[in-house]
């Protein structure tokens, strides 16, 4: 518990909030209580607050990477916590220390900025510093956990701010200790831990692909930009057509099971896991189902990338959350596979 932080002035209450323009997916939904969260120190009172009134609560990042229902009863809380400096450095090592309400994106840039390369590989994400963590984004080989030092969160069962270090969020493919607790943490804070000595990472296919022809070893910022590029390609952009990324994680299946599919399939794109395990893209597998660019009402699957659902405007949960059943019905009936949905369903 952090005994230091001291009352500050209470968050700001608006009722009745139209969150449309604050969810990637540009779902119409309606926040009876929405607080906004500037500073960690507004959280103890306020979750005392909710707790005497047994109100249920939320807290919402970017909104990228979930599932918004069209009322939200009770409180939301809209962590805009901002704040990132380099609190440490040593031979080896930068500490830098980032409010939860940080865009991640403008974060990687200016860690690039301050000459502290390490994230380029997961520029162009949506979101927050403090949402990143929950679901352990990561893309083209770098996963965020990979870098983070601890992070300090209001836990609500206790009542008190806690510091998890990097072990004890047991990172995992998107996955970590506060998804497994839902409702549980707040994220108020993130602390980075990045290499003095960097690499470029270049295993993943696409990014190598841009760079294949040239002789020498490219930048950060070359990689950064190369990313900023394939992902525009890729995905839709929010602001355009409203999306939550990757609508289903990669299932993870047995070798055993992967042997006796790519025989079937002999197309079936894979990953190397864990040991005994491996990674299916479950794009590829939605692909061959025929959903891509597939339109059911007011949402479908992006054309350009089948892992994408998206919101042609209009859309509610509802439509999308149909959609994604009669995906994951046809991937079981195809390959026998289940496919877990990535965002947040609130
Ligand atoms: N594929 C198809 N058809 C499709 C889509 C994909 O055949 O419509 C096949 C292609 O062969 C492709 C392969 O599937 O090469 C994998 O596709 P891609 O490289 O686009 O990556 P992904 O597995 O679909 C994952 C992450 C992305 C991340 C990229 C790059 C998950 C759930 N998704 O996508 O993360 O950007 O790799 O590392 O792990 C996100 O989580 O929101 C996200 C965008």
């Known amino acids: ?58 807290a919402l990042g970017g909104g990228s990477n979930v599932i918004l229902p069209e009322s939200l009863p009770g409180a939301t809380l809209l962590i805009n916590i901002l704040g990132q400096e380099i609190i440490q450095s040593d031979q080896e090592y930068s500490w830098l220390s980032v409010g939860a309400g940080v865009n991640w994106h403008e974060f990687v840039a200016w860690t690039l900025d301050q000459n502290l390369p390490g994230l380029e590989n997961l520029a162009l994400i949506p979101g927050t510093v403090g949402a990143a963590p929950i679901q352990n984004i990561g893309a083209y080989g770098v996963e965020i956990g990979e870098y983070i030092d601890s992070i300090e969160a209001f836990d609500s069962s206790a009542h008190a701010f806690v510091t998890l270090s990097q072990e004890a969020c047991q990172f995992a493919y998107r996955d970590s200790y506060f998804k497994q607790n839902p409702n549980r943490f707040i994220v108020t804070k993130v602390v980075f831990k990045i290499s003095k000595a960097w690499q470029a990472r270049l295993q993943y296919a696409d990014l190598a692909k841009q760079f294949a022809e040239s002789s020498s070893s490219p930048s950060a910022k070359q990689i950064f930009d190369a990313v900023c590029t394939i992902r525009s390609n890729k995905l839709p952009d929010p602001k355009v057509i409203g999306n939550a990324g990757s609508f289903f994680q990669n299932p993870i299946v047995s070798t055993e099971q992967y042997e006796q599919l790519s025989k079937k399939f002999p197309n079936l794109v894979s990953y190397p896991d864990i040991p005994g395990m491996r990674k299916l893209a479950a794009g590829w597998l939605i692909d061959q189902c025929g959903f891509k660019g597939k339109r059911v009402g007011p949402v479908g699957v ?45």
């Open 302 to 346: 992006y054309e350009d990338q089948a892992l994408v659902l998206v919101n042609h405007g209009g859309g509610t949960s509802t439509d999308i959350l149909n959609l994604a059943k009669s995906i994951q019905e046809e991937v079981q009936n195809n390959f026998g596979i289940g496919l877990d949905i990535e965002p947040n369903i609130l």
């Open 1 to 58: 518990m952090n005994s230091a932080k001291n009352a500050s002035k209470p968050a700001k209450l608006t009722r009745n909030l139209g969150l449309k323009h604050r969810n990637s997916f540009g779902l119409d939904s309606t926040a009876e209580l929405a607080y906004e969260i500037t500073s960690a120190n507004q959280l103890p009172a306020l979750m005392k607050e909710l707790g005497d009134k047994k109100l249920t609560w939320r």
